[in-house]
């Protein structure tokens, strides 16, 4: 009789229902964020397992929105839910640092201790000649993993303090020995020119 006196309550009702959609959208949208994100780095496997389990738990939290329309402390809990499982999907994706990358590296010093560098290291790297407004500088685009832009910039800041870079993130890459024979992967990395 306690129990079914519980579940009829205030407390189950205006507190524990809105605590448990607002978790509950946390978990599915972080799950959410994770999985457009592993769409976009080419994780074709793990996005469909993530995708069931975000719709099971969204599913669950609208079901108890659906049963408790009058009450406005579900929609809130709805609401703060899906803001703070955004933030921590994003948080979270932060931390996992998944995937790989493009470090696309502008050097205006003499890059060829650098160069060597990163070569012992073992990443795959392109190395060219440009020009930009203020005269030649060197740039190099490497692919590496997420997580070693950190170790990679600190590499090449003992360099160039100055230097200018970009990130982009990767899809698919081959192994380093396809940089090595492919021109037309050399072409592909150069800026495009308007007019050329």
Avoid at 16 to 24: E, Q, R, V, W
Avoid at 132 to 157: C, F, H, T, W, Y
């Amino acid at each position: 009789m306690g129990v079914i006196s519980f579940f009829n309550s205030e407390t189950f009702t205006f507190v524990l229902i809105p605590l448990l959609i607002f978790f509950a959208r946390i978990l599915d949208v972080s799950i959410g964020t994770i999985r457009v994100i592993f769409i976009s780095r080419g994780f074709k496997h793990w996005a469909p397992i993530l995708g069931f389990f975000e719709v099971l738990i969204w599913l669950a939290a609208i079901r108890q929105i659906m049963a408790n329309l009058s009450n406005v402390y579900t929609f809130l809990a709805y609401a703060f839910g899906f803001a703070a499982g955004t933030y921590i999907g994003i948080w979270l994706e932060e931390r996992i640092s998944v995937g790989k990358v493009l470090l696309r590296v502008h050097i205006r010093n003499d890059a060829s201790k650098l160069l060597e560098k990163l070569k012992r290291a073992n990443y795959p790297l392109i190395s060219y000649d440009a020009q930009d407004n203020k005269g030649l500088v060197k740039m190099i685009s490497i692919i590496a993993n997420r997580q070693a832009i950190p170790k990679i910039l600190e590499m090449v800041k003992k360099y160039d303090t100055h230097l200018v870079y970009s990130v982009e993130d990767v899809r698919f890459a081959n192994d380093g020995d396809l940089f090595k024979r492919s021109n037309r992967l050399r072409k592909a990395f150069k800026p495009h020119r308007k007019g050329k």
